[in-house]
């Protein structure tokens, strides 16, 4: 028992190190450490989809403040790159650590203990648009592709990932599959591509209803992308369907600062 689980956290320590260095090898991020607390009230904590109930801290020798476990960091990101001056094309990741007790399942996939690459860049000028958004994506999926085929010399685990990842959009995921929950599409293209990144997670389907939640302050599900389909944000899925990350650009308003980040 015990040879197994080392083997295992070993495991997990070389898929966890490999990644991180191939994402900062193809996006070309620094990593820096984050929080894991926000103060309530100063702005930096993530209202995922505006209703999850954060895990709040007392903390005995700060009396005229409130804390929070954080959920992400998605805006202190931007608001460091912004402190920091940061340049277009730069950016940063951190090992993030979270606590969300509001996950509406719990599974091998879903928990209240978030730990996650959390990245963010300042996007080139003239470039907040749908081709640097797939650009982006297919660097993301190199790494974790590179990843997979290092764990399958390593370890011996047959590679299964496609050399290339399709991108869809939600509405076009309605259009194929009508008669389908948004999960059961996501599983039925992730299974018949092998890695999808889906577009548009957040607004009003053709059917009425969003595909899922996302934050109501900085997600961008509104903005046209292509061939008359609206969002400038997605998840990746792979062929077991898995979420391996999610990404969004800007704020649903285009005059906003935070527009220049990703």
Not at 56 to 84: C, G, N, Q
Not at 192 to 219: M, N, Q
């Amino acid at each position: 028992m015990k040879k197994s689980f080392i083997h295992q956290q070993q495991e997990i320590s070389f898929v966890k190190n490999t990644f991180t260095q191939y994402l900062i090898d193809k996006l070309g991020i620094v990593e820096v450490q984050g929080p894991i607390l926000s103060q309530v009230g100063d702005g930096m904590q993530d209202n995922l989809n505006g209703i999850e109930n954060p895990v709040s801290v007392h903390v005995k020798e700060i009396t005229d403040a409130e804390y929070e476990v954080v959920h992400s960091l998605a805006k202190w990101k931007r608001h460091t790159l912004a402190r920091f001056g940061f340049n277009e094309g730069e950016g940063l990741f951190v090992h993030m650590k979270a606590l969300r007790p509001d996950e509406d399942e719990l599974d091998p996939i879903h928990s209240i203990y978030v730990d996650q690459w959390d990245w963010e860049k300042v996007i080139p000028n003239g470039r907040r648009d749908i081709d640097y958004l797939k650009e982006t994506v297919e660097q993301v999926y190199k790494a974790i592709r590179l990843t997979e085929l290092a764990v399958e010399v390593r370890f011996d685990i047959e590679a299964v990932l496609p050399k290339t990842i399709t991108f869809i959009h939600t509405e076009e995921l309605v259009e194929r599959y009508p008669d389908l929950t948004p999960k059961e599409r996501e599983n039925a293209a992730a299974k018949e591509y092998g890695a999808i990144f889906l577009i548009g997670i957040g607004g009003v389907l053709p059917d009425g209803k969003p595909h899922d939640g996302r934050a109501p302050d900085y997600d961008d599900w509104t903005s046209e992308s292509e061939n008359g389909y609206h969002g400038l944000e997605g998840n990746h899925e792979l062929c077991l369907g898995i979420v391996i990350n999610g990404y969004s650009c800007g704020r649903r308003s285009p005059k906003t600062p935070s527009q220049n980040y990703w």
